[in-house]
Every structure is written in C-alpha cells, then in structure tokens.
C-alpha cells in the first residue's frame, strides 16, 4: 500500500466516524427536547395552560395539542430545509437547523408562564413549538443522508442505525435530566422553576454539536451530484420525476407509522398515562420510561447491523409483528397492581426492545429509496409526516380517548392498528435491496 492510499484510507475512516458524531448529535439534541416536553408535560399543562378552571386532563389534551402543532410543521421544515439540503449542500444545512433547534429550545426555558402574562402565555409556547418543528423537520433527512452516504458498502443499516441510537440516548437524557431534578428539587421547586433548567441545558448541548458540525465534511455522493451538475464530462445524474418521489414518500410514510407511533406511545406518552390513568407517581413514571428507552436503546444497533445480514424486511417485520402480538399482553402486566415493580419494569424494557427492531433498520430502508438529488427531501418528508400524524398526535388521541371511553386499554390499540399497517408497507420491500449500491 502506497503512502498516499494509507492516507486516503485515514481520511476516509475520520470522515466517517465524524459522519456519525456529527450526525448523532443534532439528533440527540431534538429528541433529548421532544422527551423533556413529553416526561413534563404534566407541569408545563399547569404552567402555561391552565387558569385554575380547567381539569388536570383538559390543560394536558391542550399541552398534547401544541405538542402535536409542532410536529405538523416538521413536514414544512422537511420541505424547506430538504430543498436546501440538495441544492447546497448536507453541511451547511444541518449547521442551520442545529442552530434553530438549539435556540428554540432555550427559549422554552425562559418563557413567562399564565400566571405571568396569561393567555399569551400558552401562544408563546406554541410559537416556540412551531419553530422547533420546523428545524426538526430538517434534521432527520440530513443526519441520515450523512450517515448513510458515508457509510462503507455492507454498512448503511448500522450507520443509519445511529440516527435511531441516538434518538433513544436524547429521550434517556431527557428522563435521567428530568428524574434528577425530581430527585434534587421539591415538587413544589420542580414545578415552579426547576423545570427550566431541563430546557436551558439546550445552550451548551447545542454549542458542543455546533462545533462538531463545523468540522464535518460534504458527502462524497453529493459531491458527485454536484460536480455532474457544473460539467459535460462526468457522468449524468437521472433526476427523479415528482410522482415518483411521491409515491416513495408515500410508502415511506406506510413503512414509518408503526414505528412513529409505538415508539411515541411507549417512550414518551408513557409517563403521562401511568400517571394519569393508572394514578402512578411521577418518579415511578418517569423510571418505567427510562427502562422503556434503554430496552429501546439496547437492540438498535444490533437491529441495524443484522439488517446488513439478512436484510430490512425480515428485521422490520419481526419488530411490527412482535408489536401487534405483545402490545395488549404487555399494558396489562402494567395495568395489574399485584404484579411487582421487577415485572412491570420487564414489560416496559421489553415494549421498548421491539420498538428499536424497527427503528434499527428504519434509516437505512429509507435512504435506498431515494436517489442522491432528493434524498434529503424524500427522508424528510416521509419521517416528518409519519412523526406529525402518528407521534405528534399519540399523545392527543390517546388522551381524548381515554378521557372520552374511559378504556385504559387504548395505547395498545392505537399501536396495534399502525404496526399492522406498516408491516403489510414493510412486506413489498425487495428482499435484496440492503446490498445494491444507493441509487445516484
């Protein structure tokens, strides 16, 4: 080996474990936020949308509701920033959304609440909302298009596996961040400021991604996109016709939903509706949420990787078919005060688990079914879309259907119905399509 190929092989090897660093981080950025709404929602309900007339259950339905405004703007900032993402570049996109998330975040963190300004209050925090899903509309189709542009030939479902890793580790940093401050803070201080100090730790998260960004290298494959744009002497690229990448996305959407929604359901809403319904505590809550997410966290890596093997159909089936099988069986256990905290604590890793089985190979099966020219698009679209209406919405749906049938056994069927369809989407995907060469 020449001198000059060892240091092409050097580079290529920085390149790419940079790829995944700065990848992760914006992605944990957004879901260590998303979580912290979600394991607080309880007291951002009573902060900034109640007046003292409302039901603890109507100021949460309308906390879930800026929840979920926020997510029906992820497919606008998916649009927005996944244009800019193939015109200019992956880097300096990812660079903006991270910037904007960041901030807004913060923001969250200093808002005055209803008690302070009243109704402007709660049209703040949803202001704040919109903004924040407009940049997480941007980050996933990026974060992927790097990791899985980047990745060596064998390797994509493990590099894009990361994408969903590091979703689980922002939603585990967001429980330990706010199962610390319940552990330090009175429930009184918690409720009153202490809850800020989950938000405002956006500020130096934020910093550290930046910086790791900055030094991020543009993919090499849209640099040849790029070079084929602005020469007659490389090699054509075929341009993907809108109704093609429509129908794409729309699969995409199909092949997403199950895990959109089991993933909300049992990783984030948890809290709320052992706490709500089942008259849990708020630290027994927020331990079953951090056991739901390591359980969710330990098999995506290997889900991702095994992907490589044997392909994302037969993964991602196992992990939708587990789900309509275990979903109802797994919320009794919980349901079951006579069964102890080390079962009801099984339960919860275990609906975890098979959720990162889905999750694992997710990122990998979407990349190959866009071309380079509107990879970023079609990534962003089909998961912001599957996220508004199935993860954005869980919380809402549930919620209002409990409140209104007064069935606790709602969050199993919810995720039932979305994994059934999402495992006959999953089924048409080629069983050969983890090894062709991502298409130009």
Known sequence: MTSATARND?????????????????????????????????????????????????????TYASFAIAFFFRPVGAALFGRIGDR??????????????????ALIGILPTYASIGIAAPILLTIVRILQGLSAGGEFGGAVSVMTEFAPAGKRGFYGSWQSFTV???????????????????????????????????????????????????????QKVAAADTTTVA?????????????????????LMGWSAAGYTFLVVMPSYLQSSLNASFQEALISTVLANAGFAATILPAGWLSDKIGRRWVMLTGTGLIVILALPLLNVLQNPDLGVGVHGLA?????????LIAGPGPAMLAEMFPTSVRYTGLGLSYSISNAVFSGSAGLIITSLIASTGNVDVPAYYVMATCLVSAIAIGTLRGNA???????
């Open 168 to 222: 689980a580790l922002g939603l585990l940093g967001g429980a330990g961040t706010v199962a610390l401050l319940a552990s330090l803070l009175s429930e009184a201080d918690l409720a009153a400021w202490g809850w800020r100090i989950a938000f405002l730790l956006a500020i130096p998260l934020g910093a550290v991604a930046l910086f790791l960004r900055l030094k991020l290298e543009e993919t090499p494959e849209f």
């Open 235 to 255: 090699e054509p690229v075929v341009r993907a016709g809108a109704a093609e990448t429509a129908k794409a996305i729309l699969l995409g959407i199909g092949r």
């Open 434 to 440: 983890h090894r062709a060469e991502l298409r130009k």
């Open 348 to 356: 919860v890793f275990v609906a975890g688990a098979v959720v990162g």
């Open 88 to 105: 200019i570049g992956r880097k300096p996109t990812l660079i903006l959304v991270l910037v904007m998330m960041s901030g807004a975040t």
């Open 10 to 62: 050097v580079i290529s090897s920085t390149a790419r474990r940079r790829a995944i660093v700065a990848g992760s981080v914006g992605n944990f950025i957004e879901w260590y936020e998303f979580g912290i709404y979600g394991f607080l929602a309880t007291i951002l309900a009573a902060q900034f949308f109640s007046d003292g007339q409302q039901t603890g259950i109507e100021s949460l339905i309308a």
